[in-house]
Nanobody, 119 residues
Framework: QVQLVESGGGLVQAGGALRLSCVAS????????MGWYRQAPGKQRELVAI???????NYVDSVKGRFTISRDNAKNTVYLQMNSLKPEDTAVYYC?????????????WGQGTQVTVSS
């Protein structure tokens, strides 16, 4: 049974920084592509950043140069370092894991953590 638990959200002023963490239980972490998504009120959930099991990364244009995704396979943890935060970064941030099995692709979401950036 895979579970993802996010932490690190909170209230910060514009220009500030936060680091989100997502710890995965189970044995799939090292084979999973890990992603951070966010959903603002009234908007669709969007991909913010992804790091593959091979540590390749990709970011949505709006966070490039400000956010950094990383992973520590020994700790089953993926991080999202968010710098130079803007009010438009306010959203619930979700951790996602995707991996392949003999039954096909599998997918798991965390419960989300709120990030609020005040102007």
């Amino acid at each position: 049974q895979v579970q993802l638990v996010e932490s690190g959200g909170g209230l910060v002023q514009a220009g500030g920084a936060l680091r989100l963490s997502c710890v995965a239980s189970g044995t799939i972490f090292s084979i999973a592509d890990m992603g951070w998504y966010r959903q603002a009120p009234g908007k669709q959930r969007e991909l913010v950043a992804i790091i593959t099991r091979g540590a390749r990364t990709n970011y949505v244009d709006s966070v490039k140069g400000r956010f950094t995704i990383s992973r520590d396979n020994a700790k089953n943890t993926v991080y999202l370092q968010m710098n130079s935060l803007k009010p438009e970064d306010t959203a619930v941030y979700y951790c996602n894991a995707r991996w392949s099995t003999t039954r096909g692709p599998q997918d798991k979401w965390g419960q989300g953590t709120q990030v609020t950036v005040s102007s």
